[in-house]
């Protein structure tokens, strides 16, 4: 895969829409080519952005937020998922009674 093609596929894979062996291909490019690299952590910033503002409720860390992606696409998907959903749930919990202690301390 080159750079083209690379860059024609940022979008659908931070929205998961490629298969298996294209997402294989595009991680590959991308962890060789610190070109593409950079562009998808533009992209992959923007999008979560937008999720956010979308009222998403996942929490992002956008300074890991490319390497997070990368690892999840390169990982054993089923425990992987699992624990990633794991994660996000356990940092959402967090964030929950974070809220709801400020809430009390407010009022
Ligand atoms: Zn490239």
Do not use: C
């Given at each position: 895969m080159n750079c083209k093609q690379a860059q024609?596929?940022?979008?659908?894979?931070?929205?998961?829409?490629?298969?298996?062996?294209?997402?294989?291909?595009?991680?590959?490019?991308i962890r060789h080519c610190p070109e593409c690299y950079e562009e998808l952590e533009v992209?992959?910033?923007?999008?979560?952005?937008?999720?956010?503002?979308?009222?998403?409720?996942?929490?992002?860390?956008?300074?890991?937020?490319?390497?997070?992606?990368?690892?999840?696409?390169?990982?054993?998907?089923?425990?992987e998922r699992f624990l990633y959903t794991y994660v996000l749930f356990l940092r959402a919990a967090a964030i929950m009674a974070l809220i709801y202690m400020i809430v009390r301390w407010l009022f």
């Open positions: 024609r596929l940022l979008v659908p894979y931070i929205n998961g829409e490629l298969d298996e062996k294209e997402e294989g291909e595009f991680v590959k490019h992209y992959a910033t923007v999008f979560a952005g937008i999720r956010q503002l979308d009222g998403a409720e996942e929490t992002v860390n956008y300074r890991t937020l490319v390497e997070d992606s990368l690892e999840t696409s390169e990982a054993d998907v089923q425990d």
